[in-house]
């Protein structure tokens, strides 16, 4: 990720370029990175985080526009309650198109730090489990990871559990639950 830019800048000004750029130009990488915390002055970190949220749930915008944003979104998710919520729709949306797998990637991992939402915890196990073998690897260690950023609540060891046996990811699974002191093995 870019560092912040040596002048504050005006959400709606970057915004407005962004949307007025084509949807491959690298500028529109450049307006994302410039959108994390310490770069807005004018405009709130609320709306920043929906403007990020509509760009990740866009399946036309610029791939790596998407990645970016989910980055930040990661990073700094927004205290708001209502913009959180938003994020985590776009998150979702994200990580469910089938034909965006270095977004989904992103987005996954980015969900975790929206994991307390239920809707969430479903859709990180799902993707950590793989129940229908056709997740794509990537998507399944990043909802592992995600996971663990998460840190340790019943709900996550018991899917780090059931992941255990799994010959890909069960040996992470296990080390995860040893470092948040639980036995791979039995309930906490």
């Known amino acids: 990720m870019s560092q912040p830019p040596e002048h504050p800048v ?106 307390d939402e239920p809707a969430v915890h479903e859709a990180l196990a799902a993707a950590v489990l793989d129940d229908d073998g056709d997740e794509d690897t990537l998507v399944r260690h990043n909802a592992l990871a995600a996971l663990e950023e998460a840190g340790p609540s019943d709900a996550r060891s018991d899917v780090l559990r059931a992941l255990a046996p799994d010959p890909e990811l069960g040996r992470a699974a296990a080390r995860v639950l040893t470092a948040w002191d639980r036995t791979p093995d039995a309930p906490a």
């Open 10 to 115: 005006q959400l709606a000004r970057l915004v407005e370029e962004f949307h007025a750029l084509p949807a491959d130009d690298d500028r529109r990488l450049e307006i994302i990175a410039a959108l994390d915390p310490g770069g807005i002055t004018t405009g709130t970190a609320v709306d920043a985080a929906l403007f990020l949220a509509s760009v990740v749930a866009d399946p036309h915008a610029y791939e790596l526009a998407r990645v970016e944003a989910a980055t930040i979104l990661r990073l700094w998710p927004p205290s708001d309650p209502a913009a959180a919520r938003s994020v985590v729709r776009a998150l979702l949306s994200a990580s469910n198109h089938p034909d965006e797998d270095l977004v989904r990637q992103y987005a996954v991992h980015a969900l975790g730090s929206y994991a």
